[in-house]
């Protein structure tokens, strides 16, 4: 255990650093309050055009796109609040997702997300609607579950 | 050859300290037969979570979950004997894959595979089943194949 | 911006060391005049299947399989001329992507494609037929539209 927190507390300061140089450096616009893991991937052809919202979460090996060589296009890319971008997804160009939802990983968004979805697949499609996350994208029941299982002695 | 031959070496040499971190330090449920691409990605948020069999092979980044952060959940990933998980393919957290299945490159696996079956796409589908294969998923007439393909010059 | 263009003058740097070690040691086949990532994968177990024609771009993290172990198959996997190979597609070992394609970013193509389509998803599809691409599969109005995006200060 102490391995993995120390691991943790080095992670942090890598996030913070990665953090500093996407935004000051590149001018991504990341919310202060976004969380994002090292390997997340912001399109730096044109960084200005990435937005990762309020308390949004962006999972290992992610990737938001911002512009397209083919059609010689530099869009804006758009994160809403409270969302969770899975892992491995990518965001293509010019695509926005609503507050509050849920890309699956490996899905590949094509398409706006309105508020709210659970998005998944390749082209992603729309798998829930109207679901009520917390912070960062969470369920609300998400602590309660976690404690279930830690009960049942299933994370040991 | 020579260059390729000591490139080999030294990856079998990185590839075996990857293997003693991961079971030693993290946990992670490695069978001792068991090969895996150096790019593999096993989930380390919850690593006694990930399961690999006898005489199976885990591809080139390749990604076994066991985490969702968005319901709070830990669990389960199962990765049964003589397996092949393709390139860049993603087990969802808890899937639990059948002995002797072929999952295949860039697949996105959300559900429980059963036995002897090949799985493909994005969300990914049985697309053969009843395969009978040897160690590592490989068919039985693969060897055959290769020398055929060495006898006929293909492979210079 | 200056240090975006010294950004770019290493990335050539290490773009050119990577043609030289692809070629020249591993025996891939490169057109000189293809660009390509330096997170772009070229499948290593079989180098000399590898092919990519003239002026064809691949893309960032794009992935090109020339062997397929389940079967032991060693193959050769072609991209043709003035080709787009998106961010994070897969090629599957044997594909032949005909001239003047464009793969989507995460498509995972596992049939031959005719000249002048695009493809996207997982299995990729076609979903346009007969377009007619510059250099690295760009549109004829590509400039034009960056030209555009430009005047009206959106790139800002």
Redesign the interface.
């Known amino acids: 255990m102490l391995?993995l927190n120390k691991l943790k507390a080095l992670r942090r300061v890598l996030v913070d650093a990665k953090r500093f140089y996407l935004t000051r450096?590149f001018g991504i616009d990341l919310h202060p309050t976004c969380q994002f893991s090292l390997s997340a991937?912001f399109d730096r052809t044109?960084p200005?055009g990435v937005h990762v919202g309020k308390e949004s979460?962006v999972?290992?090996?992610s990737?938001i796109?911002t512009h397209d060589?083919?059609?010689?296009?530099?869009?804006h890319t758009r994160v809403g609040k409270r969302c969770?971008i899975g892992?491995?997804s990518?965001l293509?160009p010019g695509v926005q997702i609503g507050d509050g939802c849920?890309v699956a990983?490996?899905?590949?968004v094509?398409r706006d997300v309105p508020p709210g979805c659970i998005v998944?697949?390749?082209?992603a499609k729309v798998i829930r609607e109207g679901i009520d996350?917390l912070a960062?994208?969470?369920?609300r029941?998400?602590?309660?579950?976690?404690l279930r299982?830690k009960a049942e002695g299933?994370?040991?």
């Open positions: 391995t450096i991937y044109f200005k979460y999972a290992v090996q990737m796109l060589r083919v059609r010689g296009l530099y869009v969770f892992a491995r990518i293509m849920v990983a490996g899905a590949v094509t998944a697949g390749n082209p996350v960062y994208g969470r369920y029941n998400a602590d309660e579950t976690t299982l299933l994370l040991d």
